[in-house]
């Protein structure tokens, strides 16, 4: 049997298991699921001993459907949600129930870090925030203040990733690409926040949090015996840093040089971007080197309610009608919508806006308009948002030259038509739906040394299935519209 390699890709639902061969190939994979608590509104909270468990049956399930020997797993690399803040006692055993990405509890506690003005928040654009509750310091201060019995006993404050990875190795480590994008550490410029932590009165979680820092790609160390047997593993088998999901998703799609972006779809946007050069403003989040790929800055636009909008839109006409059905009839209406025009900020905007209380509004309705403009003019709505973000990047200097695209646009032909013609560039769709997993396992391939370094892997483990094209004429038709988009915001937030 040839070489392989394990990616791990832990969502807020389940864990998925990967085996690949060292051609990006997938052999087998494995999804078990948790549960999530919802104790009160906006809280949610994950038993961190689920996310173990499930690791261990997701794995061993992945091998043996597989047909690989255990010996032939050379290495293994995982992902998770970002912002899982766990509390860990000195054996690695949680003290609570761990507080999950969506979590919001800390909403005073992200307005008092937002509200220090300290230096470390300057990367997120140009200083204006948001500081998100999601995020970990808002977390760790809310247990410090809340609970702080729970604060003061745990040895280990740290991310889902951390702990898996602690109990993989024996190895307290956390991961360059969290600790840049969420937790406010600068890789090439003062390292770890310690001046926000001491205007927060936080000095003691910088001494709880895990104090080596190991990029992706980085071997962690060899499988514990007993982790071995807990994934029915050999012995010895190497572990590598990953990375949260969506980062290491751009991995295995492909994105890993200058100017490459990925569009990760879903129920939200998000564009993740590398440049050769580190650049900060109003409406970008990043950048943030050496998060991904040594040597390139990693950053980030972010659209918050995208497909959540689609599936908003269905359930208010019905959902006997179908998808297919939906696509037909938005399908045959023109480009421009005849003049039905959605800002799509649902639930706020992320970028470039950066407005949490911006609201979701379809204007130039009139009686002729059926179901299908309304479906067709979200669509572009979330489209005309991407460009906007685009745009904005090119403001500050990133030109973006190649657009990967996964997730949930990618099921509709239709609208990723729609999105190639509003930004004008084509689309690029990779083979594999499981990005993050192929991501963790390419991560695995380069920390295992069968490749020497990142991009190496991932252009010999991915590959594109088509392209989607621009249409020179629908683009500069759609010009238009998009500036009719683009007035939209400053003229609803003068009567919000």
């Known amino acids: 049997m040839p070489r392989c390699v394990i990616g791990v890709d ?97 909403q005073a506690e992200a307005q008092r870090v937002a509200a220090s003005k300290d230096a470390a928040l300057a990367i997120n654009s140009g200083g204006r925030g948001p500081v998100s509750a999601e995020w970990m310091l808002p977390k760790a201060a809310w247990l410090s203040a809340h609970e702080p019995r729970t604060f003061e006993a745990a040895a280990t404050i740290c991310e889902y990733q951390d702990y898996l990875n602690l109990h993989l190795t024996g190895r307290r480590v956390a991961s360059l690409n969290n600790l840049s994008v969420r937790w406010h550490y600068r890789a090439r410029d003062g390292g770890w926040p310690t001046s926000l932590l001491a ?10 949090w895990p104090q080596e820092v190991l990029a992706p790609g980085v071997p962690i160390g060899p499988l514990t015996p007993a982790a071995a047997d807990h994934l029915g593993l050999s012995p010895g088998t190497l572990v590598v840093q990953g990375g949260s999901d969506a980062s290491v998703a751009m991995i295995g799609m492909g994105v890993v040089d200058a100017g490459a972006m990925a569009l990760v779809t879903g129920s939200s946007h998000l564009q993740l971007g590398l440049s050769a050069q580190a650049f900060h403003g109003a409406g970008i989040w990043g950048t943030y080197a050496d998060a991904v790929i040594p040597g390139l800055h990693l950053v980030e636009g972010g659209q918050t309610s995208t497909g959540s909008v689609v599936n908003w839109f269905r359930s208010l006409i019905g959902r006997d009608t179908g998808y297919d059905a939906l696509n037909r009839e938005a399908a045959a209406v023109p480009p421009g919508s ?24 379809i204007t ?24 906007l973000i685009l745009e904005t990047l090119r403001a500050s200097g990133f030109v973006v030259d190649g657009l990967t695209v996964a997730g949930g ?41 069968q490749f020497g370094a990142i991009p190496d892997a991932a252009r010999a483990m991915t590959r594109v299935a088509r392209v989607v094209e621009p249409d020179a004429r629908t683009h500069a038709a759609y010009r238009e519209y998009y500036e009719r988009y683009c007035a939209l915001y400053p003229a609803l937030r003068s009567v919000a």
């Open 364 to 387: 130039g309705l009139t009686l002729r308009h059926q179901r299908g403009h309304v479906l067709r003019a979200i669509m572009e709505g979330v489209a005309y948002g991407s460009r």
């Open 199 to 208: 205007v927060l009165g936080l000095e003691a979680l910088g001494r709880k």
């Open 409 to 449: 646009v990618a099921k509709s032909d239709l609208w990723l038509q729609i999105h190639a013609d509003v930004l004008g560039m084509p689309l690029r769709l990779v083979q594999t739906t499981e990005a993050a997993c192929l991501g963790s396992g390419i991560l695995a391939a380069v920390g295992a040394g």
């Open 10 to 106: 832990g969502g807020t639902e389940g864990l998925r298991a990967g085996v690949f061969d060292l051609h990006g190939t997938p052999l087998a994979f494995e999804t078990t699921g948790y549960e999530t608590a919802f104790p009160q509104p906006g809280w949610a909270e994950q038993q961190p001993r689920d996310w173990w468990q499930a690791l261990g049956r997701s794995v061993r399930q992945a091998v043996q459907a597989s047909g690989v020997a255990a010996r032939d797993i050379i290495a293994l690399a995982v992902d998770t949600t970002c912002c899982s803040v766990v509390a860990l006692d000195g054996q690695g055993e949680a003290l609570r129930p761990a507080l999950i990405w969506m979590d919001v509890r800390s």
């Open 338 to 361: 005849e003049g039905v025009l959605v800002q799509e900020h649902f639930q706020g905007n992320r970028t470039p806006h950066t407005d949490a209380s911006s609201r979701g509004a």
